[in-house]
């Protein structure tokens, strides 16, 4: 049973929650072929008003893929209907850079030779009233996978920094236990985003050879912990490109979400929709992946999960983004930095994790948005608590 490999794997410190949402999505990747299905499946799919794994499955297969104008126009009429014109824009925040793993496709990576730093607490501070003078309330904070150089006092710090000045605060963090979930939580923080970079534990393996984030299970169930330890929303994402079958590791994705969505009813879910790109440890420009087909991704996982929010990496192009969001994604990065201490002029900045292709500024998505008729949000969710 994987559930008995799952506690056997564990480092001493990580918590067993005894979930089978693994089993269930990696025994769903094993029945996956996406080659079965025909255009007729993708038909009966668009014309269902409520998906299932088989539809979902339909619409990721490349038989979809010459129906993308189909899917395009369905998606953008359930997009609609559940978000209207809004899409909320958010910054991330990179408080630090220092990380224990060896991801080979990440510029954080411990041992690749860059500028290492951590911002202390003024500095924190500092980047919180910087990006807050922009007009946004909604901040994701990220640090680099170090519970030695990012303890939980640290980041427990830099949630408490980021509510003096925002009503929705995110993180992107190492995974922790329910517990430490909680701690976070009470201290501000409101949803958690996790990337399981690739659903196959072998290729997982491959990629992730040392470190904490080696184990493939307790980065499984960092969702679950978190929901667990009272966070209102949890994020979920593969990395696209790192697995040789793209479509199966967008399909476990959506499973995961999907099983947890019916675990979790009250769980507010978001999807973000990253595909690799060029950083100081991957610098060849991946076109496993193609823009086509991270937008068929993205349409499948809103026809799929239509409440769900959808969040598009700057690691895109300015006019792709664009044109996303004008279809199913509801969420954008604007005037992002991925240095540490980027926002402001703090004195000793640090290295970025990932090259960014949309540097525009907030205001420049904003209008952007504007000109396609969208309503940007800068504020979509209200403290009970402030």
Not at 81 to 94: A, E, K, L, Q, R
Not at 152 to 175: D, N, Q, T, W
Request: glycine share 8%; proline share 4%.
């Amino acid at each position: 049973m994987r559930t008995r490999a799952d506690r056997a794997d564990l480092l001493p410190w990580m918590e067993h929650i005894g979930t089978d949402v693994m089993d269930k999505v990696l025994d769903a990747d094993s029945r996956f072929d996406p080659s079965r299905y025909d255009e007729g499946d993708v038909r009966r799919a668009l014309g269902s008003e409520r998906l299932g794994p088989e539809d979902f499955g339909a619409l990721l297969s490349p038989a979809a893929e010459g129906m993308i104008e189909d899917i395009a126009k369905k998606a953008k009429t359930v997009t609609r209907d559940h978000f209207g014109n809004s899409v909320t824009m958010f910054t991330p925040i990179y408080t630090s850079n220092y990380c224990d793993n060896s991801c080979r496709y990440c510029g954080f990576n411990r041992n690749n030779d860059i500028l290492r730093a951590r911002l202390d607490p003024d500095e924190v501070e500092t980047e919180m009233r910087s990006i807050a003078s922009t007009g946004l309330t909604d901040i994701l904070i990220l640090t680099g996978e170090s519970r030695s150089f990012s303890d939980l006092e640290y980041i427990g710090m830099c949630v408490e920094s980021a509510k003096r000045h925002f009503s929705s605060i995110g993180m992107e963090v190492y995974p922790v236990n329910s517990d430490e979930y909680r701690f976070l939580h009470e201290r501000g923080a409101d949803y958690v985003t996790v990337f399981q970079e690739t659903y196959d534990p072998e290729t997982y393996a491959s990629f992730h050879p040392a470190g904490p984030k080696r184990v493939f299970s307790y980065r499984f169930n960092a969702q679950e912990r978190a929901l667990m330890g009272g966070m209102r929303g949890v994020g979920f994402a593969a990395l696209l490109g790192l697995r040789n079958d793209w479509r199966k590791d967008a399909f476990c994705c959506g499973m995961h979400a999907y099983l947890l969505q019916r675990k979790y009813p009250h769980a507010e879910i978001a999807f973000s929709l990253p595909r690799l790109r060029p950083c100081s440890a991957h610098k060849e420009d991946d076109v496993s992946v193609s823009e086509r087909n991270l937008l068929q991704v993205a349409m499948a996982y809103r026809l799929f999960m239509p409440f769900a929010s959808e969040t598009i990496s700057t690691r895109e192009l300015p006019r792709f983004r664009d044109g996303i969001v004008n279809i199913c994604a509801t969420k954008i990065s604007a005037g992002s930095s991925v240095e540490i201490g980027g926002h402001s002029d703090v004195k000793d900045k640090g290295d970025g994790q990932f090259e960014l292709s949309d540097t525009r500024s907030v205001e420049e998505v904003r209008d952007a948005l504007i000109g396609m008729g969208l309503q940007p949000v800068f504020n979509d969710y209200v403290r009970s608590d402030r």
